[in-house]
């Protein structure tokens, strides 16, 4: 029986078995590429989506958890026309990917960090950037987070 | 084969010196090659890497993948600046895998580190290296080498010899002297007439001039485009989801496939009940191979269900014994047999340890089998169709793939088409020579009729590893009443010696490091900076040792053992930045260290406390980086950052262990990899020296660990000798 959900504001039919990872059904079943496989087990955060504006790691939710649901991936961050939002935009000012994959993710993680707290400080972004970047972007992720925030990093880090 | 290009990546010396400038135009059965895939009745080829269509476009046919550290923005920027190219019209494509884009230019820097005679590499004629490239299928990114050789000897050149093509064929079209003709923004410009030509309405004719190898090229006081902080050209793709990995391959009709592969390297596949798997739905085939199973999905979620309903087995390979416990036995078995495999170093060490009057000091290191982890599981797609094969995927060395999965698949290189995408990380982990998703791939798409992609788990990904070796070493040296080391010995066990690649550049007046080679059944592979990251732990925690056991400051003591040069510089220069020997609030200490790889010295402090469950914390790090010259400042300073960061990350907590032959560990829920909430504040500072260009995505990385482990024993007292530090240093 089909899922009935909406992503990115577009109701969708989810055909596939319920078990399946929603990670799964979005990238193969809708093509929907931005949101990455890293780990399976909620680890590192590659994955992450927002459901109902709460950020979750779609390899570890069953498609049939989300009937009804709305879900954003990073594909629908965006304008319609492709206008990048402001955050998107400081991590292209700040130069933070490095390889990329974790990116989608990372976005998505600063993105409802933001819509929650405006204004994070330091252990607010520690708290919520809980997803792993290999090439080590940390410094930068923080910092193009505090300037979309119009905040400062602590000065005694 | 293998074994050649392994030495390329170790490689780091020094290339030809003394400003030869090697040329990069391919001969010409390879220029007509690669015209032929590049080349339109509206754009025109010059030396394989480069186009310039007639509608003043320039498009750069890369040889290097670019695996996130820039490289491809730099490469434009080196070729940019010498061709005074119009940067608005000018972009970056990946060559095709085809041996006419073969790397001659690394070829021949790589050769050279190998033989260790520049001179006789240096005389070689350049359609020779063309040809050694071809046959070793060179189009490898690794060895820190894109900017340093392929950007500095190569796309400089090539720039150059086309710049005066152009204004030599505008010089005839106009009728006045080619000395009367300047370029600038993809124009031929005479100032006298006021005449301009465009660089797409010369291509034509120029494209048909012989470029000449003897050009000269740009004082660094006249760059417009290099050492500018250009922004990168791959960046805004990774932003909105669209950017295409190796991952993201979908083509019509296409299944997914994934793989369980024998526990125990060297295992190989005894026997697998296949009915599990082809009774979970979504299943449709299972397939083994030597020393693994595939099974074949609709999607993956099938596919990996399918995986874990078999019980395959497999036999050990005659490994079962292996652990990381035998190994370290085995190490120290090694050194006590005493006949090392390879010696460097000058003087009688033996003699200064007995000297009368010096204190012998003596520490035993120990590292782990480290894993690559980066954030995209192997994925290739693979499609064998009317005779001929294509495979998709991210690779560090696509012409090495594509002539591996031509091996695996029976087939001729003729008969492969390998399709280059994007890499989400790689660290050394995507060679082709150590990559058995590319051999699986193509033995798998020989067998079915439609795409196939095969997704590594990460449990498979973790435990199959390429691994950074593990390594011991028993580090013993002799101090004297002046203060000053009279003597070093360094004695390490593991498979490779890096001896050439990581200098000992310490004034000390014998010294003796003695590598005692040792392999087990794991592969080795290449990890971000290489054996650089062993000898840097043990000798920079070493030094800090002798420093403390002659009372001095670990800074002060360096000092006394380095003559004036660029690696006195870089430690005076992060000594002065970090505020070295400043005061720090409670519960902070600094650690100090340096590091020379791949012709770059960088210089790192990093202040750090302990988390009250003993593990440690660096809340600022320091890096001072000496690498020549800086091509992309904002791109270098994200390699130098992002290597630190996983510096740090593998001297915290990073370890594979084993266990009667098998790898431990399955996932980053015990892999443990650093977050964003234990990443300091990084301080990045480059010396322009004007050395010989050096690498910069590497040499970052092997002075975290060995700072950290400094700072602790600064801290508390502990001295960390085996990795990871974990929560040694606790109270």
């Known amino acids: 029986m089909a899922i009935v959900a909406k992503v990115n504001g577009k109701p969708v039919s989810f055909e596939a078995e319920p078990d399946t990872p929603l990670l799964w059904a979005i990238r193969e079943e809708l093509g929907m590429t931005g949101t990455k496989f890293g780990c399976g087990i909620a680890a590192c955060g590659a994955c992450s989506v927002h459901i109902d504006g709460e950020i979750t790691r779609s390899c570890s939710v069953p498609v049939s958890d989300v009937a009804g649901k709305s879900i954003t991936t990073i594909e629908g961050l965006a304008a319609a026309d492709g206008t990048l939002t402001a955050l998107q935009q400081a991590w292209i000012e700040h130069q933070v990917p490095q390889c990329g994959y974790c990116q989608s993710g990372q976005i998505m993680a600063a993105a409802a960090l933001l819509a929650k707290t405006p204004k994070p400080s330091d252990a607010d972004i520690d708290a919520a950037m809980t997803n792993i970047c290999r090439c080590g972007t940390y410094p930068r992720i923080r910092a193009a987070i505090h300037s979309v925030a119009g905040t400062s990093p602590a000065t005694a880090a | ?731």
């Open chain 2, 1 to 731: 084969m293998g074994m050649i290009r392994r030495t390329f990546l170790i490689g780091g010396a020094a290339l030809v010196g003394g400003g030869i400038f090697a040329v990069q135009y391919g001969d010409s059965s390879a220029r007509s090659q690669a015209g032929k895939l590049t080349d339109g009745k509206d754009g025109h080829n010059f030396g394989t890497w480069l186009r310039i269509g007639e509608d003043d476009t320039v498009t750069l046919y890369s040889p290097h993948t670019d695996i996130g550290q820039g490289s491809n923005t730099g490469l434009a920027q080196m070729l940019a600046e010498e061709l005074d190219a119009d940067w608005s019209k000018l972009s970056v494509v990946s060559a095709p895998a085809e041996s006419a884009f073969a790397n001659v230019v690394l070829g021949k820097g790589f050769l050279s580190e190998m033989s260790g005679y520049p001179g006789i590499i240096g005389a070689m004629p350049m359609s020779l290296l063309g040809m050694v490239a071809r046959q070793l299928n060179l189009q490898i990114t690794g060895g820190s080498s894109a900017l340093r050789f392929t950007g500095q000897q190569g796309l400089r050149v090539l720039g150059a010899g086309t710049r005066q093509a152009l204004i030599e064929t505008a010089a005839g079209r106009l009728g006045v002297p080619a000395g009367e003709l300047t370029t600038a923004d993809g124009k031929v410009l005479h100032a006298k007439s006021g005449k301009a030509l465009r660089y797409g309405e010369l291509a034509a004719e120029a494209a048909t001039r012989s470029l000449s190898a003897k050009v000269a090229l740009k004082d660094p006081k006249q760059f417009k485009h290099m050492g500018k902080s250009v922004p990168r050209f791959d960046i805004p793709a990774k932003v909105n989801g669209t950017a295409q990995y190796g991952m993201d391959v979908a083509k019509p009709g296409m299944r997914v496939a994934t793989v369980i592969a024998a526990p125990v390297r060297g295992g190989k596949l005894i026997s697998v009940d296949q009915k599990p798997a082809m009774a979970v739905a979504g299943v449709e085939k299972v397939i083994s191979l030597e020393s693994a199973v595939v099974v074949v999905a609709k999607g993956y979620w099938q596919a990996l269900k399918g995986a874990r309903a078999l019980a395959p087995k497999f036999s050990d390979g005659g490994h079962g014994l292996i652990s990381t416990a035998t190994i370290f036995a085995e190490q120290d078995k090694l050194r006590a047999e005493g006949k090392p495999t390879k010696t460097a170093g000058d003087g009688d060490v033996d003699t200064a340890l007995k000297a009368a009057g010096v204190k012998v000091i003596e520490a035993d290191y120990k590292m782990p089998f480290l894993h690559h982890a980066m954030m995209e599981p192997f994925a290739l797609t693979a499609h064998y169709k009317d005779g001929h094969l294509d495979v998709w995927g991210g690779m560090q060395d696509p012409l090495g793939a594509k002539a591996a999965a031509a091996s695996a698949a029976g087939l001729g290189a003729d008969k492969v088409t390998f399709h280059p995408m994007l890499i989400g990380g790689s660290f050394g982990r995507r060679l082709p020579m150590y990559m058995e998703i590319v051999d699986q791939v193509a033995r798998v798409a020989m067998q079915v009729p439609y795409p196939v992609k095969i997704i590594w788990s990460r449990e498979e990904e973790v435990s199959q590893g390429a691994y950074r070796p593990q390594s011991s070493a028993k580090l013993t040296a002799a101090l004297g009443g002046d203060g000053k080391i009279a003597a070093w010995r360094n004695d390490f066990a593991q498979p490779e010696d890096g001896l050439r690649e990581v200098p000992f550049f310490y004034d000390v007046p014998a010294v003796a490091r003695r590598h005692f080679k040792q392999v087990s059944n794991q592969t080795v592979g290449a990890w971000r900076s290489v054996n650089a990251t062993q000898h840097g732990f043990t000798t920079e925690s070493f030094m800090d040792e002798l420093a403390h056991a002659a009372g001095a400051d670990p800074v002060a003591f360096r000092l006394r053992h380095l003559k004036p040069g660029r690696h006195r510089t870089v430690l005076e220069e992060v000594a002065k930045r970090s505020g070295w020997g400043s005061p720090l609030e409670p519960g902070r200490a600094r650690g100090v260290a340096m590091v020379e790889c791949f012709n770059t010295i960088v210089g790192q402090v990093v202040e750090a406390s302990l988390a009250e469950d003993g593990t440690p914390k660096v809340h600022k790090a320091f890096a001072v980086v000496d690498c020549g010259t800086v091509v992309n400042p904002k791109a270098a300073e994200g390699q130098i950052l992002g290597g630190l960061v996983m510096g740090l990350s593998s001297g915290i907590g990073e370890a594979i262990t084993l266990e009667k032959g098998a790898v431990q560990q399955s996932n980053f829920s015990d892999y443990e990899v650093l977050k964003l909430a234990n990443a300091p504040v990084v301080d990045v500072h480059f010396i322009d020296s004007g050395a010989e260009m050096g690498g910069i995505g590497e040499p970052g990385l092997p002075p975290a660990t060995p700072a950290l482990a400094n700072a602790l024993f600064a801290l508390t007292g502990k001295r960390v000798r085996a990795l990871p530090i974990k929560d040694q240093a606790k109270a």
